[in-house]
């Protein structure tokens, strides 16, 4: 696959990274904890977009093999689809519609990895109606599942990075594991409840979007809250911070791809674009959510073909399966 193309680390990682990693851990959970809502909305209002620019430019520059010809512009051409309906009022006919898309890239993901393995193309193909007709019927559970998986997928990339790894990879996978896996756990069942602060009505609005319709009574909605706020944070940590520092090679492949974004104009562009929407943000943040939501759709859903290579294991040009390590 488009990794191994590129350059592993050369030497272990040492304790700054996992150091970094665990305060990180500790300041998000402490302010997810003690500001759920104010950190959701600011953390989204800074980094947003600038984690938007940098996620896009690590997995089109490591996973360059994937994301490339009438494939590329396929998924453009049906992200840019869901961005128009997400620009849409909110109504049945517009998420039923984003719902169709969201099912329709996966099905041309499925199709273009697996295109030379029929029977699993044909059991993939029927998980998928399965899943479209759950989806469909039950809209409030798929946007809520699409939110917080969005978040968790870090660990499928820090896994796919983590190979290249001399030594330190179980320790460092730990560590993932810890924040990803564990921590959420805590937050969902209650655990740290006793350090949580009191719910607030900003808290009860975004709960809405974050908890699961059936679980909105009682307690459960300000821990899910807490669940975004911290894994939203933690997010921005890799793809703001770790990737761009110590997968250097990932950038190099995007600027030959797209050379007018090289060096810190990535930066710049994601940070002046992230300025202009934090002003959006302060005036109307219900606008700036819906513009905001809209225009992250191709980051977020970019992520599915690759994320599909990365489980299956298999290259995606069908010539053989990656090998294993």
């Known amino acids: 696959m488009a ?45 947003g977009i600038l984690h938007n620019v940098l996620e896009l430019r690590y997995v089109t520059g490591r996973f360059e093999s994937v994301l490339a010809g009438p494939f590329l512009k396929l998924l453009v051409a049906l992200i840019t689809g869901i961005v128009l309906c997400r620009l849409l009022p909110v109504s049945t006919a517009s998420r039923a519609a984003e719902i169709l898309l969201v099912y329709g890239l996966l099905a041309a993901a499925c199709l ?17 109606l399965l899943a479209a007709t759950a989806s469909l019927s039950f809209p409030g559970y798929h946007f809520v599942v699409l939110t917080h998986l969005h978040n968790l997928v870090p660990l499928l990339f820090l896994l796919e990075w983590s190979r290249g790894l001399p030594r330190g990879r179980a320790a460092f996978m730990a ?11 805590l937050l969902l069942g209650g655990t740290l409840d006793g350090w949580a602060a009191p719910a607030t009505a ?6 809405v979007s974050y908890t699961p319709p059936g679980w909105l009574d009682g307690s459960a909605g300000l821990r899910f809250v807490a669940v ?8 921005y940590v890799v793809w703001v911070w770790f990737l761009p520092r110590y997968a250097p090679e990932a950038s190099a492949a995007f600027e030959r791809r797209a050379p ?22 302060a005036s109307d943040y219900a606008q700036g959510k819906a513009l905001y939501a809209a225009l992250a759709s191709y980051h977020a859903y970019l992520e599915f073909p690759v994320l599909l290579v990365l489980v299956l294991g298999i290259d995606p040009t069908g010539r053989k399966p990656r090998a294993s390590r």
Do not use: I, K, Y
Request: net charge positive; proline share 5%.
């Open 3 to 47: 990794t191994a193309a590129l350059a592993a680390p050369a030497r272990g990682l040492g304790a700054a990274p996992l150091a970094g990693f665990l305060a990180a851990t500790a300041l998000a959970l402490a302010a997810a904890l003690r500001a759920p809502a104010g950190t959701a909305v600011l953390g989204l209002a800074l980094f």
């Open 112 to 128: 273009h990895a697996l295109r030379r393995r029929p029977w699993l193309l044909a059991a993939s193909a029927a998980l998928l």
């Open 175 to 185: 560590v993932q594991c810890g924040w990803v896996l564990v921590v959420p756990a």
């Open 202 to 207: 900003t808290a009860d609005r975004l709960a």
């Open 228 to 235: 975004f706020a911290f894994l939203q944070t933690m997010h």
């Open 260 to 281: 007018g974004l090289r060096g810190r104009r990535a930066w710049a562009l994601g940070l002046a674009a992230g300025a202009a929407l934090a002003v959006l943000f």
